[in-house]
């Protein structure tokens, strides 16, 4: 059965980092593209980036926004993707999801993450 | 960026009827390469993650009822239930893939009557 389990979210006030981990099982995580996506108070869906596999080099994709703050990576050794968010703003308060590939086929539960002072 | 436009925002309707939902694209999804259109459909339940219903447009990913239809080609792209059931209560959203950023459609609400 594949599992993508998010942890790392909660309350942070504005200009503080967090990060978020994501780790996976039940698929050969070293060959999946990664995602994070997020999900705002207003339902709207938000890719933020993605990683590729290291047959890929790890090529690295980000929304324009959120590039030079937030920060994608991926551990193989332990099937885990994790996204380091500096300089978080109140409207980066959202449900925080990873997802595998370009179309998401397995997506984790989310993890809330609010940003206010 | 691809700008995903998604019709109507909400609607209701009784089970057993047919559903349509429309997705529209700023830019051709249609690879020339390939001849295959970038376009995913997905279900988010009431407090749930979305879920991939179809995904090159008009492939159902393993497990996904038949009565989910996706169609179209280019900029237009239809999501299609047919014989609705009261579990498809949900939220419904496109997602292009075919460039980055990888952009979604704002979601449309299904109500069962």
């Known amino acids: 059965e594949v599992q993508l389990v998010e942890t790392g979210g909660g309350l942070v006030q504005p200009g503080n980092s967090l990060k978020l981990s994501c780790a996976t099982s039940g698929f050969t995580f070293s060959t999946a593209w990664m995602n994070w996506i997020r999900q705002t108070p207003g339902k709207r869906l938000e890719w933020l980036a993605q990683i590729e596999d290291k047959s890929n080099n790890y090529f690295i994709s980000y929304l324009e926004s959120v590039k030079g703050r937030f920060t994608i990576s991926r551990d193989d050794s332990k099937s885990s993707v994790y996204l380091q968010m500096n300089n978080l703003k109140e409207e980066d308060t959202a449900i925080y999801y990873c997802t595998t590939g370009n179309w998401f086929d397995y997506w984790g539960q989310g993890v809330m993450v609010t940003v206010s002072s | 960026d691809i700008v995903m436009t998604q019709s109507p925002s909400s609607l209701a309707v009784s089970a057993g009827e047919t559903v349509t939902i429309n997705c529209k694209s700023s830019?051709?999804?249609?690879?020339?390469?390939?001849?295959?259109?970038?376009l995913a459909w997905y279900q988010q339940k009431p407090g749930q993650s979305p879920k991939l219903l179809i995904y090159?447009?008009?492939t159902r990913e393993s497990g996904v009822p038949d009565r989910f239809i996706g169609s179209g080609s280019g900029t237009d792209f239809t999501l299609t239930i047919s014989s609705v059931q009261a579990e498809d209560l949900a939220d419904y959203y496109c997602q292009q893939h075919y460039s980055y950023p990888l952009t979604f459609g704002s979601g449309t609400k299904l109500e069962i009557k």
């Open positions: 830019q051709s999804l249609l690879s020339s390469g390939n001849q295959k259109n970038y």
């Open positions: 090159l447009a008009s």
